[in-house]
């Protein structure tokens, strides 16, 4: 029997009854003669409240120990709704990733998958069962506990169905599919029948949550057919992600992220000669520390200075302070100045390859709306620029005004708007 994965977010899971919402929702597959195994994510707000319980004790715990506290929320789902399921009358079973064999590096908080075992899932599948798998976690070669990254059940799920060869995998989460921008940001976001890989996954890195840029990748890596859809209205075929070669493109622009989890850092007056960038990065790689936007300043003639400023997590700014004196004596640079007021906001679209004037559309919507622009980085699909963190939302609703990203209809969003 053809194999289907797929996923449900923790908002499709938050309580009794969105579990029973969701067992309907498989069965409803099984009935269309297919296997399948359902990949869930912690219920609700769980991650957010185990992060939140191990902060009360440290702002910096130890990562093997937060895993260790992490996995146990999607522990909690695939009980449920593998319960959930057997009540109703699908026979079911429910797997931890060790069960399973899904196998990562040995890097805790943020593991890639390696290799996942399918021995197990497939004897169940055989059995008429559906196979509950919990997203999120892994194991490493000598059984210590990982996860994947905030998000990163959408991943579990489309390498689980690359190790199936399924013939699809569904993210079901709690908007209709993937949209021109965060309907929470602008409720008149347009929802795309279809958007490339190439372009969700530049929206997904930008800071767009609703994919995981690593299941992205993965789906792209092993030819993994990919929908986005709605846990609520099933019959909705959501969006569907496709290559670019496949897409007719007719605008510049396909969406709109903006992404607040990052701070910029400057390091002010280092030298400006051969290897000050080189010994800064590599400190900071050997220290795990992911560097984002990077600009160097031109050089001042008078002290052959200059300032490099680069953005990082939020998340890594405890461990980046720990290394503030170093860095400091290293580079002898003057001083080190941290911005926490930033947002990331971008425009991405496989149309704007070779058509000038998309950069200043976008540099003049944000100054028609009083926006100062801290950096900017650009690729061959995208334009990125930090601005204060207030003025994210207007920004990101002036661009998909500018843009036309915008439809007729109000997005149905479930939960609560942010601020
Ligand atoms: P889940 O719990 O199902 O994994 P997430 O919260 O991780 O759900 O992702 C879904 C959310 O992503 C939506 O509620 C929406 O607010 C947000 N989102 C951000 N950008 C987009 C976009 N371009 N299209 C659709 N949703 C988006
Ligand atoms: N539960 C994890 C998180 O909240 C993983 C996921 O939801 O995909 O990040
Ligand atoms: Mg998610």
Redesign the pocket.
């Known amino acids: 029997m053809p194999i289907v994965v797929q996923?449900?977010?923790?908002?499709?899971l938050a309580d009794a009854e969105k579990i029973k919402r969701v067992a309907k929702s498989v069965m409803k597959e099984v009935e269309k003669g297919n296997s399948v195994v359902t990949v869930v994510?912690a219920m609700g707000h769980t991650t957010d409240y185990l992060i939140k319980m191990a902060h009360e004790l440290t702002m910096t715990p130890d990562s093997r120990e937060m895993d260790m506290l992490l996995s146990t929320g999607e522990g909690i789902s695939i009980a449920m709704l593998a319960m959930a399921l057997k009540s109703m009358g699908q026979d079911a079973i429910s797997f931890n990733a060790m069960q399973v064999g899904i196998m990562t590096e040995k890097t805790h908080s943020n593991a890639r998958i390696v290799k996942i075992h399918t021995e197990k899932i497939k004897k169940q599948l055989e059995k008429g069962r559906v196979v509950v798998v919990a997203g999120f976690q892994g194991i490493t070669e000598d059984n210590e506990i990982t996860t994947l990254g905030r998000?990163g059940?959408?991943t579990s799920a489309v390498a689980i169905a690359g190790a199936l060869n399924a013939i699809r995998c569904d993210?079901?989460?709690?908007?209709e599919?993937?949209?021109?921008?965060?309907?929470?940001?602008v409720p008149k976001?347009e929802?795309l029948e279809k958007i490339s890989y190439e372009e969700i996954l530049e929206?997904a890195r930008l800071?767009?949550?609703?994919?995981?840029p690593r299941a992205v990748e993965t789906a792209l890596q092993y030819n993994v057919p990919l929908r986005?859809r709605s846990?609520f209205k099933t019959d909705d075929l959501g969006t569907l992600i496709i290559g670019v070669n496949d897409m007719e493109i007719y605008k510049p622009v396909t969406?709109?992220?903006a992404d607040t989890s990052q701070v910029r850092v400057v390091i002010c007056d280092v030298q400006d000669k051969p290897g000050t960038a080189g010994k800064l990065f590599s400190l900071l790689a050997d220290n795990n520390l992911s560097v984002d936007m990077i600009i160097q300043s031109y050089a001042r003639s008078s002290n052959n200075t200059n300032d490099i400023a680069f953005t990082i997590d939020t998340g890594d700014l405890a461990k980046f302070e720990s290394l503030k004196e170093t860095i400091l004596e290293n580079l002898t640079a003057s001083n080190i100045y941290i911005d926490e007021n930033i947002a990331k906001v971008s425009i991405v679209g496989a149309g704007m390859i070779d058509r000038p004037g998309i950069a200043a559309s976008m540099f003049k919507t944000l100054t028609n709306e009083n926006i100062n622009i801290k950096m900017i980085s650009t690729s061959e699909i995208k334009i990125s620029c930090l601005v204060n963190k207030e003025d994210a939302k207007k920004a990101v609703q002036a661009l998909c005004k500018t843009f036309e990203l915008e439809c007729d209809t109000i997005a149905e969003?479930?939960?609560t708007l942010p601020d």
């Open positions: 996923k449900y977010g923790g908002t499709s994510s998000g059940s959408d993210i079901y989460t709690d908007v599919g993937v949209y021109t921008t965060d309907p929470r940001i976001a929802k929206l800071g767009a949550n609703v994919l995981h986005v846990t969406g709109v992220a969003v479930k939960g």
